[in-house]
């Protein structure tokens, strides 16, 4: 059973930047795709961003594409997403995830993280 750690979230004004991070108890699958997720209050838990093992070809929702980066480090067994320019819709819990493909609704996600709370204020 793999465990994903995160970290990083907190309080920020619009426009700031921020960086998570999320840490794998064990060596993950070198074919295992990691990303993130998140929910706002009210509303479905939607995919943010995602990158292979190899690192190349990240995906991004449209909705953070040119403002959030997702990069891993395998020997560390790390996941990271720099956020810059946050707006306050981009206020949400956020997991991190191992799945075997690209997962992009929540049902293709094999492992979640706890979550690390992101608040964006105005």
């Known amino acids: 059973q793999v465990q994903l750690v995160e970290s990083g979230g907190g309080l920020v004004q619009a426009g700031g930047s921020l960086r998570l991070s999320c840490a794998a108890s064990e060596r993950t699958s070198s074919s295992w795709t990691m990303g993130w997720f998140r929910q706002a209050p009210g509303k479905e838990r939607e995919f943010v961003a995602a990158i292979s093992w190899s690192g190349g070809s990240p995906y991004y929702a449209d909705s953070v594409k040119g403002r959030f980066t997702i990069s891993r480090d395998n020997a560390k067994n790390t996941v990271s997403l720099q956020m810059n320019s946050l707006k306050p819709e981009d206020t949400a819990v956020y997991y991190c995830?191992?799945?075997?493909?690209?997962?992009?609704?929540?049902?293709?996600?094999?492992?979640w993280g706890k979550g690390t709370l992101v608040t964006v204020s105005s």
């Open positions: 995830t191992g799945s075997r493909v690209v997962a992009w609704g929540p049902d293709g996600v094999n492992y």
